[in-house]
């Protein structure tokens, strides 16, 4: 197989996935985000794939996906893509990992690091005693929020390591 037909293949199945994505052009077929399809193509950064709009998505991306404010998460994902003026298809697609299914799992997990670096911030004091006084789910969601930021910043550490070495393995970066 030539390095033309090996290029083709890969395209086709990039495009395969975009076709799952909001497009620039059929904006107002979506209820939340066709509200909003002006601003939305006006902006070129949110629909390029460079580096510099491609790693702040990533990074993004993963911290909303892992919030534990389901339900918000795109317009959460659309407001932070213009704040950092980051892809917008890669920050939405990110958004799927959330789905009702898998919430729970990741509220579990959020938390369970959130709490971890807390107890090692108090230099291994309980939780539960402060717990009991009181706040239960401000706690909680604090946790979460704090572990889900973490996690957030590791999954994007390393979606962008591989996106770095798959642009690196004979692909320039796209303009």
């Known amino acids: 197989m030539s390095e033309l037909e090996k290029r083709h ?35 070129a950064f949110l629909w390029s794939f ?4 491609i790693f702040p998505a990533f990074l993004a991306g993963w911290v909303i996906t892992l919030t534990p404010f389901y339900g918000i998460h795109t317009i ?20 799927f990992i959330s789905n009702p299914f898998l919430e729970p799992f990741i509220w ?15 230099n291994g004091e309980s939780i539960g005693a402060k717990a009991a006084h009181g706040g239960g789910m401000v706690r909680w969601l604090a946790t979460a929020t704090l572990g889900s930021i973490l ?4 999954a994007a550490l390393i979606s962008c390591g591989v996106c770095k070495l798959l642009m690196k393995n004979g692909r320039a970066e796209p303009k």
């Open 9 to 43: 293949r890969r395209i086709r199945r990039v495009k395969k996935f975009l076709r799952l994505l909001p497009r620039k052009a059929l904006l107002e077929k979506y209820p939340l985000i066709g509200r909003f399809a002006a601003p939305l193509r006006r902006n």
């Open 50 to 53: 460079r580096t510099s709009e």
């Open 76 to 95: 959460l994902a659309v407001s932070v893509a213009f704040l950092f003026r980051a892809n917008l298809l890669i920050i939405l697609a990110l958004q």
């Open 108 to 122: 579990l997990v959020t938390h369970a690091a959130g709490k971890f670096v807390v107890f090692v911030l108090e």
């Open 151 to 154: 996690l957030g910043f590791l």
